[in-house]
């Protein structure tokens, strides 16, 4: 069984900064493309950033310039820096991981159950 768990999330002002966390545990395989993402209340889920396994990320226009997606592979951890924050970035945020569960030869998709950011003041 493998779980992801997010935190970090909080209440934070306008033009303030969190940093996200998420951590990946149990039969792990390996684990490659990690990603966050964002659902705010009546909307859809989407995507905020995503890093490969070499490092290689992309950011929704949305937050390029504000955000910054990292990862420790020897943690099996992704990170999401978030700075200049702004009401509009207010949700609940998603970890989410392809990862080849030790053991198998075909990779999964798995979801954290996610971190509330409330951008406020």
């Known amino acids: 069984q493998v779980q992801l768990v997010e935190s970090g999330g909080g209440l934070v002002q306008p033009g303030g900064s969190l940093r996200l966390s998420c951590v990946a545990s149990?039969?792990?395989?390996?684990?490659?493309?990690m990603a966050w993402y964002r659902q705010a209340p009546e909307k859809q889920r989407e995507k905020v950033a995503l890093?490969?396994?070499?490092?290689?990320?992309n950011y929704a226009d949305s937050v390029k310039g504000r955000f910054i997606i990292s990862r420790d592979n020897a943690a099996n951890s992704v990170y999401l820096q978030m700075a200049s924050l702004k009401p509009d970035d207010t949700a609940v945020y998603y970890c989410?991981?392809?990862?080849?569960?030790?053991?198998?030869?075909?990779?999964?998709?798995?979801w954290g159950q996610g971190t509330q950011v409330t951008v406020s003041s």
């Open positions: 989410n991981a392809d990862i080849r569960p030790s053991g198998l030869a075909i990779r999964r998709n798995y």
């Open positions: 890093i490969s396994l070499s490092g290689s990320t």
């Open positions: 149990g039969r792990i395989g390996t684990i490659h493309t």
